[in-house]
């Protein structure tokens, strides 16, 4: 089995800044592309980050320039720093990696359960 575990969510002011953090544990032969989602209520869940085993980034445009997600291999995880968030930065925060658990089997996507950001005065 699988598992990603995301940590670091909260409420915080407009204009303060959060870390997300995600490692994926179990039987694990290569991690590919792994990224941050979002999901606000009443709306579809897009792509914040998300970022290569060789260390390229792509960012949506609302959080660019404020944003910053990184991984660290050797470990399995991947984090989304977060500066100057917004209100409309409000949401649950999903965690994805394409991991291919044996060499001779195709990557396969895995989420995390999640994890509130909500940013309010």
């Known amino acids: 089995q699988v598992q990603l575990v995301e940590s670091g969510g909260g409420l915080v002011q407009p204009g303060g800044s959060l870390r997300l953090s995600c490692a994926a544990s179990g039987r694990i032969f290569s991690i590919n592309a792994m990224g941050w989602f979002r999901q606000a209520p009443g709306k579809q869940r897009e792509l914040v980050a998300s970022?290569?085993?060789?260390?390229?980034?792509n960012y949506a445009d609302s959080v660019k320039g404020r944003f910053t997600i990184s991984r660290d291999n050797a470990n399995n995880t991947v984090s989304l720093q977060m500066n100057s968030l917004k209100p409309e930065d409000t949401a649950v925060y999903y965690c994805?990696?394409?991991?291919?658990?044996?060499?001779?089997?195709?990557?396969?996507?895995?989420w995390g359960q999640g994890t509130q950001v909500t940013v309010s005065s």
């Open positions: 994805n990696a394409a991991i291919r658990r044996e060499f001779w089997l195709r990557p396969y996507d895995y």
């Open positions: 970022i290569t085993s060789g260390g390229s980034t």
